[in-house]
């Protein structure tokens, strides 16, 4: 695209430069800034980016788009080209569309409550055996992330874009730039119900994706998620494509084996059986992997392929991390965010791994509004069930966790409450004994990584 374009689809005002410009690499931050680069001004709650336009510009950028802000000396910049906007975030969005319109490639988007990025890591690595995939990274899956992703589009031949979201409307304006051709749906939780209020209204959000689904396109759904389960029976104007392990789906896993650190189970592709390695444990994981097996059915990558992009696949960090200690401690790191559903899932996964005592250090889950109560008594509940060996709390709410795993008959001595995470790691450091599996799962916010880190000292 060129600078007439980048004008044309944001209806921006041309204050110095050629319209022919050709714009091909785009860049937000002007510490990362690179010869020829396009610089996009964007406002955050603590700086705003449109003010460092001259700085991108003399390190190397050579068109600067911004908005809100006077271009006092424009014939400082004689040889550069600066674009007035009236909103540079929207404009930034409406020129990543403009550019995926260009490509005619398949287009995955995923949305869901919890297992967006693990997804798409393995659908990523799945679709990227037979075709040159370009995909989102480490949590790029916002208003800013996911047009920066698509701008990195080149000579690319299919497209794996995550969406997050936190409120009605968000996967709508993210489908608006993907325009997906493969909608993927994890599953439908809890995440964010303090903002929604429902799980019924995180359903409608989610569906949002749908909207901007291309003609012939099909939406691939966890159908052992109750409420996406219901909604494909009741829809009658998409075409679906399913995968699962309770009820009858287009792609089931069976005869599944969880061990410490890997799955495996067997599936028909193609009315053939096969047997799939997951390199990670836990049976969230096999979903991901059926997930992924759907993708590559869609898109007739052999099932040869599809089984050996599950097996190599690679985790982003701090999603499931499993690392050994000195005593042979065991640690596993889901420290990177935290619903009602991951926790359930992290907490099997501690169970099922073999250990001698199995701690859990749970910390406050976030953005749960007037459900942030019921939804961590629930998690004490589920620990309690488990018959976990050890309970940490760490955090306000998270007392909740500890007061309900009590009243579920988790004996008292084995709950520890505890302020902060420097009280948790010089307990975890006096306490520790050999062959623990210790367990850390909380909001990103709550910061458990320092815990994993001084852990590992």
Not at 109 to 125: A, F, L, M, P, W
Request: aromatic residues 8%; proline residues 2%; negative net charge.
């Amino acid at each position: 695209m060129n600078v007439e374009d980048i004008l044309d689809v944001t209806k921006g005002k041309l204050i110095i430069g050629n319209i022919e410009e050709e714009c091909e690499n785009f860049c937000t931050d002007t510490r990362k800034i690179q010869a020829n680069d396009v610089y996009i001004g964007l406002k955050g709650e603590n700086f705003n980016g449109n003010e460092y336009y001259e700085e991108a510009l003399n390190k190397g950028a050579k068109v600067a788009i911004i908005s809100g802000i006077e271009v006092k000396n424009p014939e400082m910049f004689q040889d550069k080209t600066i674009i007035e906007v009236e909103d540079s975030l929207i404009a930034f969005g409406q020129i990543a569309a403009y550019k995926r319109s260009l490509y005619n490639i398949p287009v995955v988007q995923i949305t869901g409550s919890v297992g967006k990025t693990s997804t798409r890591d393995i659908i990523g690595n799945v679709v990227s055996t037979e075709y040159k995939t370009l995909k989102t990274e480490g949590n790029m899956n916002n208003a800013i992330g996911l047009p920066t992703t698509v701008l990195k589009l080149k000579d690319h031949e299919a497209l794996v874009v995550e969406s997050g979201m936190n409120h009605f409307g968000e996967i709508r304006y993210l489908g608006k730039i993907a325009k997906p051709t493969i909608a993927v749906i994890t599953n439908v939780g809890t995440a964010h119900i303090g903002l929604l209020g429902s799980r019924e209204n995180i359903l409608k959000a989610k569906l949002e994706i749908l909207e901007s689904l291309q003609p012939g396109g099909t939406v691939v759904i966890n159908n052992d998620n109750d409420l996406l389960h219901e909604w494909a029976i009741e829809d009658r104007e998409y075409r679906k494509y399913t995968f699962g392990i309770d009820n009858k789906s287009d792609v089931m896993a069976y005869d599944i084996n969880i061990y410490n650190d890997y799955s495996t189970y067997k599936v028909k592709i193609n009315k053939k059986e096969y047997n799939v390695t997951v390199p990670v444990s836990g049976k969230h994981f096999v979903y991901n992997s059926l997930c992924a097996i759907a993708i590559g059915n869609l898109l007739n990558i052999s099932p040869e392929n599809i089984i050996k992009g599950i097996k190599e696949f690679e985790l982003t960090k701090r999603r499931m991390e499993v690392d050994k200690i000195k005593n042979n401690i065991t640690i596993i790191n889901d420290s990177y965010n935290a619903s009602y559903d991951s926790m359930v899932a992290a907490i099997d996964y501690l169970k099922e791994i073999d250990g001698k005592r199995k701690i859990a250090i749970l910390g406050d889950m976030f953005e749960l509004g007037d459900f942030a109560e019921e939804l961590h008594r629930k998690v004490g509940a589920y620990v309690a069930k488990k018959d976990i060996d050890l309970l940490i709390t760490v955090g306000e709410n998270s007392k909740f966790i500890a007061k309900q795993a009590i009243e579920n008959g988790m004996d008292s001595n084995k709950v520890i409450e505890l302020e902060s995470n420097e009280d948790a790691i010089k307990y975890l450091k006096d306490n520790m004994k050999s062959e623990d599996v210790l367990l850390l799962k909380a909001a990103n916010g709550m910061e458990f990584a320092e815990i994993y880190d001084a852990l590992q000292k």
